[in-house]
């Protein structure tokens, strides 16, 4: 897996629970360029490697901001990073990666619940510049939890958005953003949060008529896993296109388990189908997707698979491996 060398620049508090990190190139050059909605994956020890959505604008060429909250109750990487990064710090990151791009469309809706701002600020930050129509809203439950608040306030952005506090009364659940109640052919939504947030703007969204392809979303967790009893119980077998040879796969162990304990070289970040780092091709068979990254159309063509936690719904796949 390619791999940066940066040193932690500067951190500064983003909301009472948040904490925004620049990082600069160790060698003190430029950092490779993004585009909005894009993420990095930043390597905090051997098997602890965290997906962050780069929240500054991509007209930026030396430096990538990460906002981070943290989340006791997580998988520990938001703990490492507040406990452990100091400025001066050397990390390891990949190389920006992007599952949640801007679309052309005549007018954009950005809505964002709590850290979920970090990839819509970016592309606030990307609209803005090219003097594009846009709106973005951001839901938090107070002032004090708003992650990145005064940046967003005293930017260009700032403009175009629309802050609602929960303390205040003002929540996505007592109704979705004027934008939203109507639709309109050639608008562009997008939508990041906690996953309960993101699965109701997404129903009212569609009750109200807009179609699932106007309606992105990018994920920080995966979604509620299946019910017991369907095809997770269902063993199969990977086979890889470049040696023949095929691998079980029980059903208590995913794809990518399997394959690492047999020696196979896969790319692995988030392990929970939340970063597209594992997207590998399939030539035959057909994959049970399991992911929050692929869209609908993506997902029908069939041809990735995210190998850390989808499975298969024929008795074999081949991998272009």
Not at 3 to 10: A, G, N, Q, S
Not at 72 to 77: E, I
Not at 196 to 207: L, P, R
Not at 256 to 278: D, N, R
């Amino acid at each position: 897996m390619q791999t940066l060398d940066v040193i932690v620049h500067t951190i500064s508090l983003a909301s009472a629970t948040s904490r925004t990190y620049e990082l600069r190139a160790a060698d003190g050059g430029d950092l490779p360029s993004f585009e909005a909605g894009a993420h990095i994956d930043v390597h905090l020890g051997p098997s602890l490697v965290r997906p962050y959505s780069l929240c500054n604008s991509p007209r930026e060429k030396g430096r990538y901001l990460i906002c981070v909250r943290r989340d006791d109750t997580g998988r520990g990487g938001s703990r490492t990073l507040h406990r452990d990064l100091t400025v001066g710090r050397r990390l390891r990151i990949s190389p920006p990666r992007n599952h949640f791009p801007l679309v052309a469309a005549g007018h954009h809706v950005l809505v964002a619940g709590g850290i979920g701002i970090t990839p819509l600020l970016s592309m606030a930050e990307a609209l803005a510049a090219r003097g594009a129509s846009f709106v973005l809203h951001h839901y938090t439950s107070s002032a004090a939890e708003t992650p990145l608040l005064e940046r967003l306030q005293s930017s260009a952005p700032g403009e175009r958005a629309v802050i609602h506090h929960s303390d205040q009364g003002d929540t996505v659940r007592a109704g979705l953003p004027p934008e939203l109640r109507v639709p309109e052919p050639d608008t562009a939504v997008y939508v990041c949060g906690p996953d309960g947030f993101m699965t109701h703007v997404v129903a009212e969204a569609t009750a109200a008529g807009w179609h699932p392809g106007q309606l992105h979303t990018e994920r920080f967790a995966p979604a509620a896993p299946a019910a017991a009893g369907d095809e997770m119980a269902t063993p199969f077998t990977v086979r890889i296109a470049s040696t023949g040879t095929g691998y079980r796969v029980p059903a208590d162990r995913t794809i990518a388990e399997v394959l690492t304990a047999h020696g196979v070289e896969v790319e692995l970040s988030c392990e929970q189908g939340i970063c597209g780092a594992c997207l590998t091709p399939v030539l035959a068979g057909e994959p049970d997707h399991r992911d929050e990254v692929q869209t609908p159309d993506e997902r029908a063509a069939g041809d990735r698979i995210t190998i850390c936690c989808s499975r298969a719904r024929t008795p074999e796949l081949l991998l272009g491996l």
